[in-house]
């Protein structure tokens, strides 16, 4: 079956950095649609940044010029680099595709998340 398998995340002193991975796995047809959303403790997922399929970006202004989000089409793999961290980036990461299955269903699939804390 299709599914996202998120990896990269650690513990990372503030101005480091660290990227995350998003493995797309199972028979998959076509990708739409990729983001990466993070949740902190105490608060609502939010969206990180955003990748359409037509290779226009969006990306949330507390994280605009610090993050790159990047696919690897030959791999069927997100990317986000993330520099200059800041301890308000300590959440959990999670990987959202928009995936069409070889059976034809396309649907938004949602990974397991990684954890990534910015700590001194």
């Known amino acids: 079956q299709v599914q996202l398998v998120e990896s990269g995340g650690g513990l990372v002193q503030p101005g480091g950095s660290l990227r995350l991975s998003c493995a797309a796995s199972g028979s998959i047809r076509s990708i739409g649609t990729m983001a990466w959303y993070r949740q902190a403790p105490g608060k609502q997922r939010e969206l990180v940044a955003r990748?359409?399929?037509?290779?226009?970006?969006n990306y949330a202004d507390s994280v605009k010029g610090r993050f790159t989000i990047s696919r690897d089409s030959t791999n069927n793999t997100l990317y986000l680099q993330m520099n200059i961290l800041k301890p308000e980036d300590t959440a959990v990461y999670y990987c959202?595709?928009?995936?069409?299955?070889?059976?034809?269903?396309?649907?938004?699939?949602w990974g397991q998340g990684t954890k990534v804390t910015v700590s001194s």
């Open positions: 959202n595709g928009e995936l069409q299955s070889g059976s034809g269903l396309r649907r938004y699939y």
């Open positions: 990748l359409i399929s037509s290779g226009s970006t």
